[in-house]
């Protein structure tokens, strides 16, 4: 089982259009959630980090379901600069040096 | 923009050669990480540094070798490149364990024919 699972879409959405996209992660013992955006052949860049009470930055908001081991980013009024592969990131263990784990990324293209 | 460089951006080689990928950050930071990314794939952990002289492998098997003789300076080595090693190879520092955003170097893209 991989330690991070998304659903690799792509989403295709109108400008406006509000989105949300989903994690699962199978280390309980996780500490740590990010989401990342890494658009086309580039490096990926820290979005937001995610908080057990759930926060939002701007457009964006992010869950966390700690039970469920469950993740999600919700993308408000999409814009066109939105485009990207967005990945799911989970803190690893000790064996990996606490390193990142990352989803395969799920990707969102928002139209005109 | 983060501090941190990788050369070359590109690179072709041939099979059997000795390459060597650069990864260079001014951000002081003591935790550096090499991973691999193929097209529309996840990043797998090769290599990591808790430091100087510091060096562990990472999830995924790699025949490449790193080394950590200063801080800021965290290169890999592949001693006889294959074309099993074509992919994305991306560098990574972070200020420390878990919590920390990791900040990604542009990426060396690496064919071997």
Known sequence: RKEVEQDPGPF????????????????SASQSFFWYRQDCRKEPKLLMSVYSSGNEDGRFTAQLNRASQYISLLIRDSKLSDSATYLC???GNSNSGYALNFGKGTSLLVTP | EADIYQTPRYLV???????????SQTMGHDKMYWYQQDP????HLIHYSYGVNSTEKGDL?????VSRIRTEHFPLTLESARPSHTSQYLCASSEGLGMYEQYFGPGTRLTVT
């Open chain 2, 40 to 43: 529309g794939m996840e990043l």
């Open chain 1, 89 to 91: 990131v989970v803190n």
């Open chain 2, 61 to 65: 098997s790699s025949e490449s070798t």
């Open chain 1, 12 to 27: 295709n959405v109108p400008e406006g259009a509000t989105v949300a996209f989903n994690c699962t992660y199978s280390n």
């Open chain 2, 13 to 23: 080689i041939g099979t059997g050669k000795k390459i060597t990928l650069e990864c």
